[in-house]
């Protein structure tokens, strides 16, 4: 490593320092959103759910339009929020919430966290008084080094922003490579609201402008359903799956109106340019909304346009019961893909959920997010079923989920591919400390010449009041056979929390590569894969300084790397 890497990394790693967040915050947004592991989640979600944790939404003073783009709510939850506000005041306690239409003991369990009850006038996100985060992240191994930084502020009122910019190990220089950021305003007299640099655009089911992408896929009732924030800004070191460009919204009464001018690309011999649009009618029970987009690419052989979409989709809430479809046109393949399900209570602590899906081939899913991890949006027709008994007041809880895809569009040699997945997961909570998880998977595929693969995973854990401890094995078989194991000790006070981990990997074929959560500083979030022979060991410790700050020490030793990331963060 060059000697102006290592000034860089240690200038910048003191230069700053961020909003204090720990892991357990994986632990809330893994309840939030009812996956069963970390490696099911994606970095996007990881870092919007960590965001309204690190500072909590207002439902009190929030608008409509907060409501709906943050992420928690449902439309329906949003406008029965609302609605409930108008008449009968500030919600004073959870229990109260748990008693609006729309939400339950348990879903107020897992939005505790996310949500304040505070009351006071009306801020952008739920926040009257000015803010100020600072986040900093370096690293040191072999190649080089890496650092990152994000700053994210705003008046409390009406004007926020956001900048970010890291680099990565793989650099040329010491200079970033990466950059992003945003400027939002928030008018306190008219219902607008504009964002210019990077945001969010999540609109209907996903079809047709979705940014983001879902790793999780169709595992459980509550991942089947999704709930379209609109626009929404995005607060990264990278800003790669954001866009770029100006955006703003409009609420009068029901409807929304959003907006918005995407640069995709910006070359010196070509220029891209996206306008979209968004019209959405919030009923108290119902959603209805319009989405179109049209892409120009101006070059030297003049203007044209490569992809220009249409959609329609609706969403409704009856009795518990959650009706859901999407179709888009496709103008230039004149093609129309469409998708519909619905998730449903059936007894007491139990839910199912299916899901059908149509993509052509020829269905170009630029700026689409796909409902299965894997998957793209095209080329597939597919049908889902998950059915999930919540643990609720007893011992046991657990889902099984089915999907069927077949793909007209052949894969390799084989004339009709298909693809059949199940999984099932099985939960064991004896008591308060100990945590038992199992999960089978199997799946097949016909284009593969090893067409079966089969993945079981066992983990226990332990939590006692200052230490705890969890083990995972994991088992793959696709190509040949691979195998994953690892314990983990941890210590954790109010200030100070250590946690030691070790394990050992044999997978000899990329084929079956093993995921694997490793622990990380907030606003990173990491899912190495694992390939080969070997054993690793990790630390993760950190030390709450102030009431205001907080410091990080990662480290990481496996067979040919050692990584030592540092993160400081302070929030004003």
């Not at 909570?429 to 998880?437: A, E, G, H, S």
């Amino acid at each position: 490593m060059r000697g102006k890497d290592i000034v860089t990394f240690i200038m910048l790693l003191w230069a700053a320092s961020a909003s204090a967040r720990s892991h357990e915050d994986i632990e809330k947004i893994l309840k939030f959103t009812g996956y069963e592991t970390e490696e099911e989640l994606s970095e996007s979600e990881v870092e919007r759910l960590q965001a309204w944790l690190d500072r909590p939404i207002r439902i009190n003073t929030a608008g409509i339009s907060r409501l709906r783009s943050c992420g928690l709510f449902s439309s329906f939850q949003a406008a029965s929020l609302t609605d409930y506000r108008t008449r009968h005041g500030d919600i004073m306690s959870l229990n109260e919430l748990s008693s609006i239409d729309g939400f339950t003991k348990d879903k107020v369990s897992v939005l505790a966290p996310f949500i304040s009850l505070e009351g006071g006038s009306r801020a952008y996100g739920g926040n009257v008084r000015g803010f100020c985060d600072i986040t900093l992240k370096g690293g040191i191994r072999q190649d080089g080094a890496s650092y990152g930084f994000k700053i994210k502020g705003g008046n409390g009122n009406s004007f926020t922003y956001g900048l970010g910019f890291s680099r990565p190990y793989s650099a040329g220089d010491a200079l970033p490579e990466s950059f992003s950021g945003y400027i939002g305003w928030e008018s306190s007299s008219v219902p607008l609201r504009l964002i210019a640099g990077n945001f969010n655009l999540r609109f209907g089911q996903g079809l047709t402008l979705w940014n983001g992408m879902s790793m999780g896929g169709l595992s459980k009732p509550s991942s089947f359903h999704k709930s379209g924030t609109g626009l929404s800004s995005s607060y990264s070191f990278t800003g790669s799956s954001s866009f770029k460009g100006i955006a703003g919204e409009y609420n009068i009464s029901r409807w929304r109106l959003t907006s918005a001018i995407i640069i995709p690309g910006i070359d010196p011999e070509e220029l891209s340019v996206l306008p979209a649009f968004n019209l959405g009618w919030f009923g108290r029970n119902m959603t209805v909304s319009a989405t179109h987009y049209m892409e120009f690419e101006h070059s030297a052989r003049g203007i044209h346009i490569p992809d220009m979409k249409t959609s329609a989709d609706v969403a409704a809430c009856i009795d518990g019961t959650d009706i859901f479809c999407e179709i888009a046109f496709d103008w230039a393949s004149a093609k129309a893909a469409a998708l519909g399900g619905c998730t449903f209570p059936t007894w007491e602590d139990t839910r199912m959920a299916v899901h059908l899906r149509y993509y052509p081939a020829s269905y170009t899913p630029t700026y689409s997010s796909a409902p299965r991890s894997g998957s793209r949006c095209s080329n597939e027709l597919g049908a889902s079923y998950s059915m999930e008994i919540a643990q609720g007041s007893g011992i046991h809880g657990g889902s099984l989920s089915l999907d069927a895809a077949y793909f007209p569009e052949s894969k390799g040699a084989v004339a009709h591919s298909m693809q059949l997945k199940a999984v099932a997961d099985w939960t064991l909570k004896p008591t308060d400390k100990i945590l038992i998880k199992l999960r089978v998977s199997e799946r097949f595929r016909t284009w593969e010449a090893s067409r079966y693969k089969t993945d079981i995973r066992a983990d226990f854990s332990w939590t006692g009041n200052m230490f705890c401890i969890s083990s995972r094995l994991n088992l793959v078989r696709h190509v040949k056979a691979g195998f994953l194991g690892y314990v983990e000790g941890g210590y954790k006070r109010e200030k100070v929390s250590v946690y030691l981990k070790g394990g050992i990997y044999l997978i000899d074929e990329w084929a079956d590569r093993i995921y694997s959560y490793e622990r990380s500083g907030p606003g990173n979030f990491s899912v190495p894969a694992f390939h080969g022979r070997g054993i690793w060991a990790s630390l993760y410790s950190s030390w709450k300084f102030t009431s205001w700050g907080k410091a990080y020490v990662i480290g990481t030793v496996k067979p040919g790397k050692a990584e030592l990331k540092l993160q400081l963060i302070l929030s004003f």
